[in-house]
């Protein structure tokens, strides 16, 4: 009989939004006229900016004569958009990033988990609690974690807390960790982090020779130009952090798939007899091995992003976004809630009541007033109290949540 990779038996339930999803289906199954609104998963709700569909429209005719058909692409992204990526998103914020650096990939979830291919047996993982649950699920199911704890936490993690006490900024840790996950602007808190903080980071990791791995899939929602949009706006982070990004919420590509991970060459790990092994390298031969690359049509239409109109209609999309998390913000303050993040980021982390805890209060708003949110403590054992609503949605059904949840 095939043997199974047990690790998968320590995964406690089901992936949170699955999970959301399963809760949710369930109670419009018995409630088939509720008019249910969806402030649970991040997934964003307006269509693809003119420029990305026109952009793909030309590719998908170039894909109808022999010669502009493209069959497989380079593995690590068509170099044309590779450069535009370097050049706008980091020569341009003054980071040191070269477009060989940068390898076009499907999704920032994909390629948080799959780096774990490169990275060996026995580092010491610090995340912190609350956590997007990939970083964490992705570890256990790669055999580097020990069983569930009551709590929930895994046995070998490091947790780093993170909560309205301490402004959502986790500690460094006590302890010498390997590896560190961070996330700003964060999921699920929206907490963002200063140049300063970050550099204390860097310091750390290079004082360690620890590796960050820094996921900026929302750096777009920054609206204070002192914050940092990429880890490599930090000196020192070249040798020490790799950096995930997507196309997904800025450009509404979460049904057509892009983002990229930055490798910088000057990156390494140890290998065998304590010797250095620079980490491009394995992530390229990884990526040569296991992925065939995203489309080229959905790589033009990424690569649209970056035009003139592209991307005046990106920060529309952005802004949109934002002026539904500004109402959310200020609805929920006026009912009484305490409410963080919303300014730098398109998720809005509020407390619970009183005396309710985070699913509690998700049964509360599914049953009573037909809003789905994501319960706090799914992000973790210290997520618990807390709830969050996403603002990705239309401006009728987020005023509309406003006032169903206000009447509460
Ligand atoms: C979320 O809701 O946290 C996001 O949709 C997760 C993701 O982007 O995978």
Not at 86 to 94: I, L, N, S, V
Not at 207 to 226: G, K, P, V
Not at 262 to 267: A, Q, Y
Not at 283 to 294: I, Y
């Amino acid at each position: 009989m095939v043997q199974v990779n047990d690790n998968y038996l320590k995964l406690k339930a089901g992936y949170l939004f699955p999970e959301i999803a399963r809760r949710v289906k369930a109670f419009s199954a018995n409630n088939p006229d509720a008019q249910l609104i969806r402030l649970g998963i991040g997934d964003v709700t307006e269509p693809l900016p003119k420029a990305c569909r026109e952009a793909m429209k030309v590719a998908i005719d170039d894909m109808g004569t022999v010669e502009g058909f493209h069959g497989y692409g380079p593995e690590q992204g068509y170099s044309w958009l590779r450069e535009k990526i370097a050049k706008h998103d980091y020569q341009a914020r003054g980071c040191e990033i070269v477009a060989d650096e940068i390898f076009v990939s499907d999704g920032s979830k994909c390629d948080s988990s799959n780096i774990l291919d490169i990275l060996g047996f026995g580092n010491r993982i610090a995340v912190t609690d609350p956590v997007y649950p990939v970083y964490v699920d992705s570890n256990v199911m790669a055999g580097n974690t020990g069983p569930a704890q009551k709590s929930g936490r895994y046995d070998g993690l490091i947790y780093l807390p993170i909560s309205a006490e301490n402004n959502f900024q986790a500690s460094l840790p006590e302890e010498k960790v390997d590896i560190i996950y961070l996330c700003f602007p964060n999921n699920p808190t929206g907490a963002v982090c200063s140049k300063e903080e970050l550099a204390k980071w860097i310091a750390y990791a290079k004082s360690n020779d620890a590796l960050i791995l820094f996921d900026a899939a929302y750096e777009a929602f920054i609206q204070d130009e002192n914050l940092p949009h990429s880890i490599y706006e930090v000196e020192g982070a070249r040798e020490c952090a790799i950096e995930f990004r997507s196309f997904s919420k800025n450009a509404g590509f979460t049904g057509t798939r892009c983002a990229f991970t930055v490798i910088p060459k000057s990156l390494s790990g140890i290998g065998i007899g304590g010797k250095y092994v620079d980490l491009w390298s394995l992530w390229n031969r990884r990526q040569s091995t296991k992925f065939n690359g995203v489309s080229y049509i959905i790589q033009r239409g990424a690569e649209a992003v970056y035009s003139p109109e592209g991307s005046l209609q990106v920060k529309e999309l952005v802004a949109f976004y934002m002026q539904n998390a500004n109402i959310i913000c200020s609805e929920l303050s006026n009912a009484g809630f305490s409410v963080f993040g919303g300014k730098h980021a398109p998720y809005v982390w509020l407390r619970v009541p009183d005396g309710m805890d985070s699913w509690g209060f998700f049964d509360d708003l599914l049953t009573k007033v037909n809003v789905v949110g994501t319960p706090g403590s799914g992000f973790g054992f210290s997520g618990e109290g807390y709830f969050r609503l996403s603002a990705f949605n239309s401006r009728a059904n987020v005023e509309e949540a406003m006032r169903r949840i206000s009447s509460l």
